[in-house]
């Protein structure tokens, strides 16, 4: 009697169940420490480019305009939101903007993470779950708009999976995350696809007598999801630019975030997928049929492409909890808001807003162009050339500087073959794509990496003048007449 009043007692502490807010608060201050690692992908400056553009012209990119192969052509911007809040960000606090907006909304998401967890499963094991998803995700935690979109797609899953371990309908209070992520990152799409499956979890598992009825309110759930993902300025064209990408082909295994996970050499990846599999093999750990195909589902995504890996970190948990709190006991802590917590939420905001202004007005944050051809563009913009070939690399930073594009980062505009081409003739997997593309284009200068192959044939190629070159990026202007300076080595001796 004494030690169930004694439980009790604990579980109702006004103090208990605040995990989630001291995870929030050390993923928020670790990334803001570290905040120009968010900034090492050169995407994120032609991202503000457009995010500015979208501000100055209150409205939203239909054609391209940064290109001169694709100019006018048809091109919609599917994080258009996202965009325009890192813009707002870098235009209020420079740079110290967006690491603050992406570091924000990566504490957010792991804040809600550890949140779904611990209302099942003991702190401990949360933390586990929380550490190897951190060490999952780490790699593609940068300020990019897919980073403000995670914290919606942890709240609709877990919302969804919620709902389906309560062998209920979910909330129709979750559609407006739908709306909000369909105009923060084309990856909305996955979350209409997660209804259908988890909808089925539910309606299998409750009482025969109420299948029909759940069944139909899922389905009604489910229509209005589509309906508010259309709620963008692209209206069901947001839908259809998904399928665009999908379509990439050939083209989405040359990019490295699309390409199948390797385990050439031990990563994180598969040290928490033994470690996974060896805990499940001696814990005899069993789920729900429709559990284990989402769990595979996930597996399957990531195997296929790196970039689903943090799905796979994040999602993963949330379907294992329920079934694994049944099996290796968990918690049970009330949600019930109360005053001494109102408090220490308030000053931890406090804390958290006076440090994020001392430590940004000590630190200097800014981008990671050591891997960006900045010497190069100078030299080029003094040019004053139209028609430049560049590497697919330098894309996002020609954009940024106002440099028409023969090539960048926004694959689903140019297409799988001329991806391909562009990427045969540079590698010189092709050398006639090389020519043929500098002829049909009627390029004027290329701009690539000192080291590529494309880079190496021009210095011993007529017709072309190397006016610049570093370490990182070559200039090639055309020049009719020009002779090349650097001969082919011979070795005399060879027969």
């Known amino acids: 009697m004494t030690i169930s009043v004694a439980n009790v007692a604990e579980d109702a502490s006004p103090m208990r169940g605040l995990l989630p807010l001291w995870v929030g608060v050390l993923i928020y201050a670790l990334f803001l420490v570290a905040g120009n690692r968010l900034l090492i992908d050169p995407d994120t400056?032609?991202?503000?480019?457009?995010?500015?553009?979208?501000?100055?012209?209150?409205?939203v990119p239909e054609t391209d305009i940064y290109s001169f192969t694709m100019r006018g052509q048809p091109w919609i911007s599917t994080q258009w939101l996202a965009q325009v809040l890192y813009a707002k960000a870098y235009a209020i606090a420079g740079w110290s903007g967006p690491v603050v907006l992406a570091a924000t909304a990566i504490a957010a998401t792991f804040g809600m993470f550890a949140r779904f967890l611990s209302r099942r499963l003991s702190?401990?094991?949360?933390?586990?779950?929380?550490?190897?998803?951190?060490?999952?995700?780490?790699?593609?935690?940068?300020?990019?708009?897919?980073?403000?979109?995670?914290?919606?797609?942890?709240?609709?899953?877990?919302?969804?999976?919620?709902?389906?371990?309560?062998?209920?309908?979910?909330?129709?209070?979750?559609?407006?995350?739908?709306?909000?992520?369909?105009?923060?990152?084309g990856g909305f799409v996955f979350g209409l696809v997660l209804i259908a499956p988890i909808a089925l979890d539910a309606v299998l598992n409750?009482?025969?007598?109420?299948?029909?009825?759940?069944?139909?309110?899922?389905?009604?759930?489910?229509?209005?999801?589509?309906?508010?993902?259309?709620?963008?300025?692209?209206?069901?064209?947001?839908?259809?630019a998904s399928q665009k990408i999908l379509a990439l082909g050939a083209a989405l295994s040359l990019i490295m975030e699309w390409r199948p996970t390797e385990f050439g050499s031990v990563g994180a990846f598969e040290i928490c997928l033994l470690l996974g599999i060896g805990l499940a093999l001696f814990r005899g750990v069993k789920l729900p049929p429709l559990r284990i195909v989402l769990l595979l589902g996930?597996?399957?995504?990531?195997?296929?492409?790196?970039?689903?890996?943090?799905?796979?970190?994040?999602?993963?948990?949330?379907?294992?909890?329920?079934?694994?709190?049944?099996?290796?006991?968990?918690?049970?802590?009330?949600?019930?808001?109360?005053?001494?917590?109102?408090?220490?939420?308030?000053?931890?905001?406090?804390?958290?807003?006076?440090?994020?202004?001392?430590?940004?007005?000590?630190?200097r944050f800014e981008p990671h162009t050591r891997g960006s051809p900045v010497a190069a563009v100078v030299e080029l913009k003094?040019?004053?050339?139209?028609?430049?070939?560049?590497?697919?690399?330098?894309?996002?930073?020609?954009?940024?500087?106002?440099?028409?594009?023969?090539?960048?980062?926004?694959?689903?505009?140019?297409?799988?073959?001329?991806?391909?081409?562009?990427?045969?003739?540079?590698?010189?997997?092709?050398?006639?794509?090389?020519?043929?593309?500098?002829?049909?284009?009627?390029?004027?200068?290329?701009?690539?990496?000192?080291?590529?192959?494309?880079?190496?044939?021009?210095?011993?190629?007529?017709?072309?003048q190397k006016i610049y070159a570093d370490d990182i990026a070559t200039i090639h202007l055309r020049k009719p007449g020009a002779v090349h300076t650097v001969e082919p080595a011979v070795d005399p001796k060879a027969k």
């Open 123 to 185: 702190d401990s094991t949360t933390l586990v779950f929380m550490a190897a998803a951190l060490a999952l995700t780490v790699p593609h935690l940068l300020a990019r708009p897919h980073v403000l979109a995670l914290p919606v797609m942890v709240a609709w899953v877990g919302g969804l999976i919620a709902a389906a371990d309560r062998q209920r309908a979910p909330s129709f209070w979750l559609l407006p995350l739908m709306a909000l992520w369909a105009n923060l990152h």
């Open 206 to 240: 409750a009482d025969v007598k109420l299948r029909k009825a759940l069944a139909l309110r899922w389905a009604a759930f489910a229509v209005a999801a589509l309906a508010l993902s259309c709620c963008t300025p692209y209206g069901w064209n947001s839908l259809l």
């Open 45 to 59: 400056m032609w991202q503000i480019t457009v995010g500015q553009w979208i501000s100055d012209q209150r409205a």
């Open 382 to 464: 003094k040019l004053n050339l139209a028609r430049v070939f560049n590497d697919y690399d330098f894309g996002g930073y020609l954009i940024a500087n106002g440099v028409a594009t023969f090539i960048d980062g926004r694959t689903e505009l140019f297409g799988e073959k001329f991806f391909v081409d562009h990427n045969a003739a540079s590698g010189l997997m092709e050398p006639e794509n090389l020519f043929r593309l500098l002829d049909e284009y009627g390029i004027e200068a290329t701009l690539m990496r000192t080291q590529s192959a494309a880079t190496k044939l021009l210095d011993h190629i007529d017709g072309w």
């Open 298 to 363: 996930l597996l399957h995504m990531a195997l296929a492409q790196g970039r689903a890996v943090e799905i796979l970190a994040l999602l993963a948990p949330l379907i294992l909890a329920a079934p694994l709190a049944r099996q290796i006991g968990g918690n049970e802590v009330s949600s019930a808001a109360a005053p001494m917590r109102g408090v220490l939420f308030a000053s931890v905001a406090v804390v958290l807003v006076a440090g994020t202004f001392a430590y940004a007005s000590m630190h």
